[in-house]
């Protein structure tokens, strides 16, 4: 069946540092691939996604590139703030095309961003 | 952009009584739901696929008698959790999806936390 890893955290990072949080999957044909950002007390936000290989998602700064020569899709961003602090989801949903039905969810990423 | 409103935000409730959320699609018509359940640290785990007029889709492991789930329109599902127990207590989202294209994008609401006692 499919399943997302993403890097255990919590990380914490001073601000204006580079992040990445690694992300690989395991899926059958050619799923779509998504980051939620999850703030504390409330749902999550679609934050950027990618529909086919070699796609890059991107959104406030962040970005991410579809590999799927290493099944990843791991989320960079050049410069963090402290409002960037929450947890991150890399997702993946079973449709190619980018449908999203009931995703498969990685366990999260606490992303700690110190002034 | 499209909302999804998920109400209460936090519940209490004694063990053995019942507890009813609710995800309203506010801006657009949903013709999928999904409920997922979020333990502390943990990723989220989905629960069932809700569509509209037709019964639940559960996940293996997911009890159907406990958590019920009604899709009686295109804006509002609901998840019951029946007979509450202590190791129920958790976080659950709901998501929805909108009518038409499969390409419709995913919208979460912002979650119920659930306390049994």
């Known amino acids: 069946g499919n399943s997302v890893t993403q890097m255990e955290g919590p990380v914490t990072l001073s601000e204006e540092a580079f992040l990445t949080i690694n992300c690989t999957y395991t899926a059958t044909g050619y799923p779509s691939l998504f980051w939620y950002v999850q703030y504390p007390g409330e749902g999550l936000q679609l934050l950027l996604k990618a529909t086919k290989a070699d796609d890059k998602g991107s959104n406030k700064g962040f970005e991410a590139t579809y590999r799927k020569e290493t099944t990843s899709f791991h989320l960079e961003k050049g410069s963090v703030q402290v409002s960037d602090s929450a947890v991150y989801f890399c997702a993946l949903s079973g449709r190619s095309g980018g449908g999203a039905d009931g995703l498969t969810f990685g366990k999260g990423t606490h992303l700690i961003i110190q002034p | 952009g499209a909302v999804v409103s998920q109400h209460p935000s936090r519940v209490i409730c004694k063990s053995g009584t019942s507890v009813k959320i609710e995800c309203r699609s506010l801006?657009?018509?949903?013709?999928?739901m999904f409920w997922y359940r979020q333990f502390p640290k943990q990723s989220l785990m989905l629960m069932a696929t809700?569509?509209?007029?037709?019964?639940?889709?559960?996940e293996q492991g997911v009890e159907k008698d406990k958590f019920l789930i009604n899709h009686a329109s295109l804006t509002l599902s609901t998840l019951t959790v029946t007979s509450a127990h202590p190791e129920d207590s958790s976080f659950y989202i709901c998501?929805?999806?909108?009518?038409?294209?499969?390409?419709?994008?995913?919208?979460f609401g912002n979650g119920t936390r659930l306390t049994v006692t």
């Open positions: 998501s929805a999806k909108g009518v038409g294209s499969y390409n419709s994008p995913l919208h």
């Open positions: 801006d657009f018509q949903a013709t999928t």
């Open positions: 809700s569509n509209e007029g037709s019964k639940a889709t559960y």
